[in-house]
């Protein structure tokens, strides 16, 4: 059986394959640079590289709900940290912001249902979870971001690599 880590994002239970996941992450001190886009919530230096946060929310058309969905990320917001190259983007470390981190399940294929590609953008969604409580849709990374989204962050974590270069604190 397939092991999921179960979690909100303004108000929308969602999951994703525990072996996409590096670790969970309390929410650092992020820094913004002017021109950040606005799928990036911002940076912060893991072991000296630059790793962006992305929200989830912005990226799945549910900003306004919930509290990642506010301004501004709650000071307990987790970060799901990605395992290098989970998104398909080749860039460097990057984490999806969220509001709450339900826990992992292990969920029997048959629990799996099916979404079709057309009933998600870019078919992001590829199941929804019978067997969690509130059902939960897995979420497919290498089908969330756009082809545009995806070199819109790997210019972004060229100039994070870069600035942080520059402060002397990169490897």
Do not use: W
């Not at 525990?18 to 640079?33: A, F, M, T, W």
């Not at 002017?34 to 799928?39: A, K, T």
């Not at 306004?64 to 398909?88: C, F, H, N, R």
């Not at 826990?103 to 099916?114: H, T, Y």
């Amino acid at each position: 059986m397939p092991k999921v880590l179960i979690f909100d994002v303004a108000d929308t239970a969602l999951a994703l394959p525990v072996d996409v996941i590096r670790e969970i992450l309390p929410l650092p001190l992020l820094s913004r640079p002017p021109q950040m886009p606005s799928l990036i919530e911002g940076v912060f230096n893991l072991r000296g590289q630059a790793a962006s946060v992305l929200r989830l929310d912005r990226l799945l058309g549910l900003a306004g709900a919930g509290t990642a969905g506010d301004a501004s990320a709650g000071v307990y917001a987790p970060l799901l940290l990605l395992k290098p190259g989970a998104m398909g983007t080749g860039a460097g470390p990057l984490a999806l912001l969220v509001d709450r981190v339900r826990g992992i399940q292990s969920v029997a294929e048959a629990a799996l249902l099916p979404v079709s590609a057309l009933d998600s953008l870019n078919g992001c969604v590829a199941a929804e979870l019978a067997g969690t409580e509130p059902p939960a849709h897995l979420l497919s990374l290498d089908r969330l971001l756009l082809e545009r989204e995806r070199r819109c962050i790997l210019e972004h974590q060229a100039r994070a690599e870069r600035r942080l270069a520059e402060l002397g604190e990169a490897p």
